[in-house]
């Protein structure tokens, strides 16, 4: 009997016929239920292109960010179909609720600190990427093309630069290229620090190197005419505080940048989070361009050889590119 008000509202949701949506919600069908495909109402919905079929759903609970066997949402349903209605109502229900709960970024962040104890465990070097112990890759060459246009990016004013998080010394490769005046790295792991000392990092004229967790040498810094951020280990949070520090860190006309890998694995969590760090910035005081960059061919199957997440999965990389709004007006 359960069962059949299920099938039932699946039927509905999947026939956008709302009148019958709303009698078998109000009769206590259940709008989490995943169906023997592994869908939900919701996703049905989206599918189908029914917005206020949508809107019902998550209105009456239905989670926004549930994902089908195929690791799609209803909001990647709706994308994938073109239904520009539906997907809006999703985007904004994604934004909204992240705003509020932060629900994907803290998923992971659950078991303490993640960031201390990669700090704390050693990581492998090799000529295409940077690994930990738990064979997550910290960095990996793949990513050339990008750092090399965030450099550009953020060196377009030349000056002073910052750049957080070493890594591969992709970035800051890059950055030199562009001879700024001053050239500051922070790097928090002991062994990516060495690395760099014995690369010769140390002696080059315009650098400054800063060893420790930026939250930690905060008092160290100046002011800079372009900032890039690129860490390990942390999470939106962790950015999301740092940002809260551009206002003092950026010199007026500055540039500020981002590694943008936010939800890299799903299309459509990656739209609510680069809309939601564009809100965010905004209301700090900047505004963000995102320019597309495609990558499909900078990743072939091979790259992700002996790698245990995938990070990026999308054929598109949107680089931030942010300034404060009273020098872009
Ligand atoms: C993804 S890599 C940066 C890659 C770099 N953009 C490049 O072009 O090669 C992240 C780096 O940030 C460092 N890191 C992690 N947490 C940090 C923190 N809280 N403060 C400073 N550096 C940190 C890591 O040790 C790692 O070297």
Same mark, same amino acid.
């Given at each position: ?13 999947? /026939? ?18 995943? /169906? ?9 919905? $989206?599918?189908?292109?029914? %917005?206020?079929? #949508? ?7 239905? %989670? ?9 949402? $209803?909001?990647?349903?709706?994308? +994938?179909?073109?239904? *520009? ?7 904004? $229900? ?18 303490? &600190? %993640? ?5 704390? =465990?050693? @990581?492998?070097?090799?000529? =295409? &990427? ?7 890759? @910290? ?54 620090? =060495? ?11 315009? @650098?400054?190197? #800063?060893?420790?967790?930026? *939250? /930690? #040498? ?11 951020? /690129?860490?390990?280990? +942390? ?18 006309? !500055? ?15 990656? #739209? ?7 809100? +965010? ?12 960059? %495609? ?10 050889? !002996?790698?245990?997440? &995938?990070?990026? *999965? ?6 931030? @590119? ?8």
């Amino acid at each position: 009997m359960e069962e059949n008000k299920q099938e039932s509202l699946r039927e509905a949701a999947r /026939d956008g016929d709302l009148g019958r949506v709303k009698s078998l919600i109000a009769s206590g069908a259940d709008v989490t239920y995943f /169906d023997g495909e592994g869908l939900t109402p919701l996703m049905h919905a $989206a599918r189908n292109g029914y %917005p206020e079929v #949508v809107k019902m759903l998550l209105d009456s609970g239905a %989670p926004w960010n549930a994902l089908s066997p195929s690791n799609l949402s $209803a909001g990647d349903f709706a994308m +994938e179909n073109g239904h *520009q209605s539906a997907f809006d109502i999703l985007l904004n $229900a994604g934004i909204q609720a992240e705003l509020i709960l932060g629900t994907i970024a803290r998923k992971d962040n659950a078991d303490g &600190k %993640p960031n201390r104890d990669y700090l704390e =465990d050693r @990581v492998t070097f090799s000529e =295409d &990427k940077v690994m930990d112990t738990k064979s997550k890759a @910290v960095m990996m060459a793949w990513e050339r093309p990008l750092m090399e246009a965030h450099a550009k990016a953020i060196c377009s004013r030349g000056g002073h630069i910052l750049n957080v998080g070493f890594g591969m010394g992709l970035v800051d490769t890059a950055i030199q290229q562009y001879a700024p005046v001053s050239h500051t790295i922070i790097e928090a792991h002991p062994e990516v620090y =060495d690395r760099m000392l014995r690369t010769g990092w140390g002696e080059k004229e315009n @650098v400054k190197i #800063v060893f420790g967790r930026w *939250q /930690d #040498v905060l008092s160290q810094l100046e002011s800079y005419d372009g900032i890039f951020f /690129d860490t390990y280990g +942390e999470y939106y949070e962790d950015m999301r505080e740092f940002h809260q520090y551009l206002p003092r860190l950026l010199k007026p006309g !500055g540039i500020y940048s981002f590694f943008n890998g936010l939800c890299g694995g799903n299309p459509f969590f990656h #739209v609510v989070y680069c809309q939601l760090v564009a809100l +965010e910035l905004e209301n700090l005081g900047y505004s963000t361009q995102l320019i597309p960059l %495609p990558v499909k061919e900078c990743l072939g199957e091979e790259t992700w050889e !002996g790698v245990k997440h &995938k990070y990026w *999965q999308l054929d598109t990389y949107y680089l931030p @590119v942010c300034q404060s709004i009273d020098d872009a007006d």
